[in-house]
């Protein structure tokens, strides 16, 4: 991975649109190996009569910092380890870098089971002015409905008359999740588009896979449907894409 975290890890499919702004993409921020525990501190508390050591995280002072802990967090929900991004995610919030964590933050409350304040952060990506973040939000919505057993189809606003994604492929993930589309559909919407980079293409499958695996787990209930949806798509997963981590744990769990 680059210095910087590449916009593929926010659903974005051109190779020129990035996950930090221009002004901030040209600072050397350090490599991604940094440990994030060198943004904490430790503190005195009492326990027992004997003060004990413990950590808590503090803002650190510098904008190459602040971006060096954001890449450790994305770098930490990558590699499967949800807890250590979520302090950083939570340190970070109300700093410049509000709006570049938003979409991972929100991700991270999936990864780690907190459902509530997941469905509370994609609500408001929905209101967001990129258009991405609105349509990639509104994937993660419906697939909440589904794994919290709502029906996304029984609210007025999940018909699909009321979901225009703008990219053909989440149209399709959204279709299929509002009883209106297919597993196929999806992988054709995704074979039909043009993309610039084979890790475009592998996002945009990794994409599908998840959301059309874990549609089959939770709404349709086919245990084997989805473990070969998976097995079959393995090999071409991006590994830098947010939905990689959550097919490596269903995968494992069938």
Do not use: C
């Not at 593929?8 to 050397?28: A, D, E, K, N």
């Not at 990558?78 to 709006?99: F, M, V």
């Not at 994609?122 to 990129?130: E, G, R, V």
């Amino acid at each position: 991975m680059t210095k910087f975290i590449s916009r593929i890890t926010q659903r974005g499919y051109s190779s020129t649109r990035t996950f930090l702004p221009g002004v901030i993409r040209i600072l050397l921020i350090g490599s991604l190996s940094l440990m994030a525990a060198s943004y904490f501190v430790e503190v005195a508390q009492a326990s027992s009569g004997n003060k004990k050591p413990t950590q808590v995280s503090a803002t650190p002072q510098t904008q190459e910092n602040r971006i060096a802990m954001f890449n450790q967090a994305v770098a930490n929900d990558l590699a499967g380890r949800p807890t250590a991004a979520r302090r950083a995610y939570d340190t970070l919030k109300g700093t410049e870098l509000d709006s570049q964590i938003a979409v991972p933050s929100a991700v991270n409350f999936v990864a780690l089971g907190r459902f509530a304040e997941a469905s509370k952060a994609f609500d408001a990506l929905t209101l967001s002015p990129n258009v991405r973040d609105r349509d990639y939000a509104r994937l993660w919505q419906l697939w909440l409905n589904a794994r919290t057993g709502q029906k996304a189809h029984g609210n007025k606003k999940d018909t699909v008359g009321a979901i225009s994604l703008a990219q053909p492929n989440e149209q399709a993930i959204a279709n299929l999740y509002t009883g209106k589309g297919s597993v196929e559909a999806v992988f054709s919407a995704v074979k039909a588009m043009s993309f610039t980079t084979e890790l475009e293409r592998s996002d945009a499958l990794t994409e599908a896979t998840f959301f059309t695996g874990t549609w089959l787990l939770y709404v349709k209930h086919d245990n084997a449907a989805a473990k070969n949806l998976f097995d079959q798509n393995r090999s071409q997963l991006n590994n830098v894409s947010l939905e990689t981590p959550f097919i490596t744990k269903e995968m494992a769990a069938l």
